[in-house]
C-alpha cells in the first residue's frame, strides 16, 4: 500500500468521521447545556467537571476517539520516505527520530486531545499528551496548540501536566506562539473562577469571545463578560453589555435573563420605565413561568432605591407566584428574609431562611452565616409562636360567648374558603396536565418535589441540604415544635405508664358500653370527632383555656416563651434591644415569675455591655436585695466582679488542672483551698461542678 492511500484513508475516511462526530457532540454540548444564570456562567460547559455536584454536560465522544485511535493503529508508518532535497521541511527530523510518521497526525492528536477532556477522560489525556508533544517541539502551528492542551487546557480543568520543556515554568516562552484565541481562552478562566482578581479576565474575555467557536459560545462568554462588569462595579458597562446579548438573538431563556440582569445593574434615576417594561413581561403567556423572577427584579429596583416597602411587597409577590422550587426563589427568600432580619421581624424571616435553605449548595456567598442563622431563627420562632397562640386563646377566653363563637366562626370560613382555592387550583394543574399530555405531567410532578437533587451523595444525615429540606417539610406539616418527648401530644402532664393498665383492666366494661349505641349514634364518638376536626367549633374551643387552672397553665406558656425568647435573643442574636422588650413585658405581665433571677443577671450584663452603668447597677441592686443568697449575687459583692469574669475563662482551667493533679497525690489541703477559693472568686465558673467533686472525693 503506498503513503497516498494511508493518506487519503486516513483524511477523508477515519479523520472525517472522527471530526465530525466531534462537531456533533461539541454542537449538542454547547447548545444543550442549561446555564446557572443565577452565578458566574462556566465560559465552556466542560468546565462543569471540575465540580461534580454542577449539571454536567452531555455528549458522547467516544467515536471521535475511536477513530483516532485506529488511525493512529492502522495508518502509521514506521518506513521512513525517500530523501528529496527539494521538498524536505527542517521539522522532519523531529518526526523521525519517533520511528513513526503519521498522515494527517497533528489534526489528529488534537482532535483526540480536545476529546478526551471533553469525554472527561483526564487521566489518559495527561497520559498521552507528553508521549506525542516532543517529536513536534519544531512545529509552531502543531506543537504550540498541543503544549498548550497538555499545560493549560489540562490545568483550567484542575489536572497539571508535567511534560518535559512544557511545564508551567516555561509555558510563559512558547505562549506568544499560540493561537490568541487559545492563550485568551485560558487566561481568563482560572481569574472568573476567583473572587477578587475577576478584573484581569476581563481583557482576556473581550479577546476570546471574538474568536468564539460557536454563536452559542459568544453569547454565553459576551454574558459572563457582562457579569464580570458587574462584579467589579462597573454597572454602565455591564448595562450595556447585557443588551448586546439581546441583540445577538439568543435562546429565550438567557433573553430572558439578561433583561433581568440589566435591572439590577440599572444606574439611572428613573426607574418607572424598567418597572414598566417588567410588568409587561409578567403580563405574557410565555413568562408565566418565570414571574418569580420578574417580581424579584421589580424589587431589587425598588431596593436600589432604598424604598424598602415596596422592594419587600414584590419580593412576597415572587414567592406567591413562584412555580418551581429551585435556585432563583431561594435567592428572592434570602433577600426577603435579610430584609426583615435587619428590621427586627425574626417571626417573619424565618420561614423564608428555613425554606431557603435546602436550595443553596454549601459554596454559596455566606452560606454557613445564612444556616447558622435559620437553626436560631427555628428555636426562637417556637416561642415566639407559643406566645402569640396563648395571647390569642386568652383574648377569647376573655369574649362574650356571641363574640367568641363569631370569631371562630370566622376562623373556620376562612380555612372552608382556602382549602377551596388550593382544590380549585389542583383541578386547574390536573386539566392542564391532561390536556398538555404526559411529559407535561412529568414535568409537573417534578417541580413539585421539593427534594433537591445537589449531588451530594452522602447518608442523609450527613446531608445538609436534605436535612435542612426534611426539616422545612416537618414545619410545614406540624408547625414548629419545641424538641421535647411526646411532642405530638398537646397535654403532656396527664401521661403515665399507668393509663395502660387502667385501660386493659377496664376493656371489658369499655366494650360493652361502646358496643351498646353505633359509632355514628354514640354522643361520646360524636363529641370526640368534632373536637378533632378543624371544622367544628368544639376542636377551637378545647383550647381554649376558660378555667383558672387552663390560665394559669398558659401563663406559664406565655411566661416560659417571653423568657427563653429574650436569652435567644441576647446570646445568639446579640440583639440586646429586643431582648431587653422581651425581659421588660415578662415582668410587666407576671412580675412574680420564676425566672426573676435570671432576668436580672442578663439586663445587668447587657446594660453593662452597652455602657449604661447607672441602670446596671439599679439590677445589681436588686439580685443582691432579692436574691441575697444567690451565687449572682455572691459573686457580685466582689466590687472587681466584672474583672473577675472576664477573667474567668482563662483563670479556670489553669487552676482546675493544679487542683486534679493535687488530688493525684493526695494533696487535700489543696484541693480544699483551691475550691474555696473558686467559690469566692468565681462561684459562677462552668467548672465549679468538677471543684466541687473533687472536693467532695478529697
Request: one cysteine or more; hydrophobic letters at 30%; glycine letters at 4%.
Amino acid at each position: 500500500m503506498t503513503r497516498f492511500y494511508h493518506s487519503f484513508t486516513t483524511r477523508y475516511n477515519v479523520y472525517f468521521n472522527g471530526i465530525e462526530n466531534y462537531k456533533e457532540q461539541l454542537k449538542e454540548m454547547e447548545e444543550g447545556y442549561e446555564d446557572n444564570f443565577t452565578d458566574l456562567l462556566l465560559m465552556h460547559p466542560a468546565q462543569a467537571y471540575a465540580n461534580p455536584k454542577d449539571p454536567q454536560p452531555s455528549g458522547s465522544f467516544d467515536r471521535t476517539i475511536e477513530k483516532c485511535q485506529k488511525a493512529i493503529q492502522l495508518h502509521s508508518i514506521k518506513k521512513r520516505p525517500k530523501r528529496n532535497s527539494k521538498n524536505e521541511r527542517p521539522q522532519i527530523p523531529g518526526v523521525y527520530e519517533t520511528g513513526r510518521i503519521q498522515p494527517v497526525y497533528s489534526q489528529r492528536m488534537e482532535a483526540y486531545g480536545k476529546s478526551t477532556i471533553l469525554q472527561r477522560r483526564f487521566p489518559r489525556s495527561r497520559r498521552d499528551f507528553p508521549l506525542y508533544i516532543p517529536p513536534f517541539h519544531l512545529d509552531a502551528r502543531f506543537g504550540s496548540r498541543v503544549a498548550h492542551l497538555a499545560s493549560s487546557v489540562l490545568h483550567r480543568y484542575g489536572l497539571v501536566v508535567r511534560s518535559g520543556r512544557y511545564t508551567a515554568q516555561n509555558q510563559q516562552r512558547e505562549i506568544a506562539r499560540i493561537p490568541k484565541q487559545l492563550v485568551c481562552d485560558s487566561q481568563c478562566r482560572l481569574p472568573c473562577s476567583q473572587r477578587g482578581i475577576r478584573k484581569k479576565a476581563i481583557p482576556f474575555l473581550e479577546t476570546a469571545i471574538k474568536s468564539a467557536s460557536s454563536k452559542q459560545q459568544r453569547i454565553r462568554m459576551t454574558f459572563l463578560l457582562a457579569q464580570l462588569y458587574a462584579a467589579t462595579q462597573n454597572p454602565t458597562k455591564a448595562y450595556q453589555t447585557y443588551g448586546k446579548v439581546i441583540g445577538m438573538n439568543p435562546p429565550y431563556r438567557t433573553e430572558f435573563n439578561a433583561r433581568i440582569k440589566q435591572t439590577e445593574v440599572y444606574s439611572g434615576k428613573d426607574i418607572s420605565k424598567e418597572v414598566k417594561k417588567l410588568t409587561r413581561m409578567a403580563s405574557r403567556d410565555r413568562n408565566k413561568e418565570y414571574l418569580d423572577q420578574i417580581y424579584y427584579a421589580i424589587g431589587n429596583l425598588y431596593l436600589s432605591r432604598k424604598d424598602t416597602l415596596k422592594a419587600m411587597e414584590n419580593y412576597r409577590l415572587a414567592n406567591q407566584k413562584s412555580t418551581r422550587n429551585g435556585i432563583e426563589k431561594a435567592i428572592c427568600q434570602i433577600t426577603l428574609g435579610n430584609l426583615y432580619f435587619e428590621r427586627r421581624e425574626y417571626v417573619d424571616a424565618q420561614p423564608c431562611y428555613a425554606e431557603a435553605i435546602p436550595q443553596l449548595k454549601e459554596d454559596y456567598p455566606q452560606y454557613d452565616l445564612l444556616s447558622r442563622r435559620s437553626s436560631v431563627l427555628d428555636e426562637l420562632v417556637v416561642y415566639a409562636q407559643n406566645v402569640e397562640l396563648q395571647d390569642s386563646l386568652q383574648n377569647l377566653a376573655a369574649m362574650s360567648e356571641d363574640d367568641r363563637n363569631k370569631a371562630i366562626q370566622k376562623i373556620i370560613d376562612n380555612l372552608i374558603k382556602k382549602e377551596k382555592e388550593e382544590a380549585e387550583a389542583q383541578q386547574r394543574e390536573e386539566y392542564l396536565a391532561q390536556q398538555q399530555g404526559p411529559q407535561f405531567n412529568n414535568d409537573n410532578s417534578a417541580k413539585q418535589n421539593t427534594t433537591i437533587l445537589s449531588g451530594d451523595k452522602s447518608w442523609y444525615f450527613y446531608n445538609k441540604p436534605m436535612v435542612s429540606a426534611g426539616k422545612t417539610e416537618f414545619q410545614r406539616i406540624w408547625g414548629s415544635r419545641k424538641l421535647e418527648d411526646d411532642w405530638r401530644r398537646r397535654n403532656k402532664s396527664g401521661f403515665s405508664m399507668s393509663d395502660f393498665a387502667e385501660q386493659s383492666g377496664n376493656s371489658e366494661n369499655e366494650d360493652l358500653a361502646d358496643n351498646s349505641l353505633p359509632d355514628e349514634e354514640n354522643p361520646d364518638s360524636i363529641q370526640s370527632d368534632a373536637a378533632d376536626d378543624p371544622h367544628k367549633p368544639e376542636f377551637y374551643l378545647k383550647q381554649i383555656p376558660m378555667t383558672p387552672e387552663a390560665m394559669e397553665t398558659s401563663n406559664e406558656v406565655v411566661a416560659e416563651g417571653l423568657f427563653n425568647m429574650g436569652i435567644i435573643l441576647k446570646n445568639k442574636l446579640e440583639d440586646y434591644p429586643a431582648a431587653i422588650a422581651n425581659f421588660n413585658l415578662l415582668e410587666e405581665r407576671f412580675p412574680e415569675n420564676p425566672y426573676r433571677l435570671d432576668v436580672y443577671y442578663n439586663m445587668y450584663l447587657m446594660y453593662m455591655r452597652n455602657g449604661d452603668v447607672v441602670t446596671a447597677g439599679i439590677y445589681r441592686d436588686k439580685i443582691r436585695s432579692v436574691f441575697p443568697e444567690s451565687p449572682y449575687a455572691q459573686a457580685m459583692a466582689d466590687p472587681h466582679y466584672l474583672d473577675n469574669l472576664r477573667r474567668m475563662s482563662t483563670v479556670q482551667d489553669s487552676i482546675y488542672e493544679a487542683t486534679y493533679a493535687a488530688y493525684l497525690e493526695n494533696d487535700n489541703r489543696t484541693v480544699h483551698g483551691n475550691t474555696t477559693f473558686m467559690k469566692e472568686k468565681y462561684p459562677l465558673s462552668p467548672l465549679m461542678p468538677k471543684f466541687l467533686f473533687l472536693d467532695a472525693l478529697a
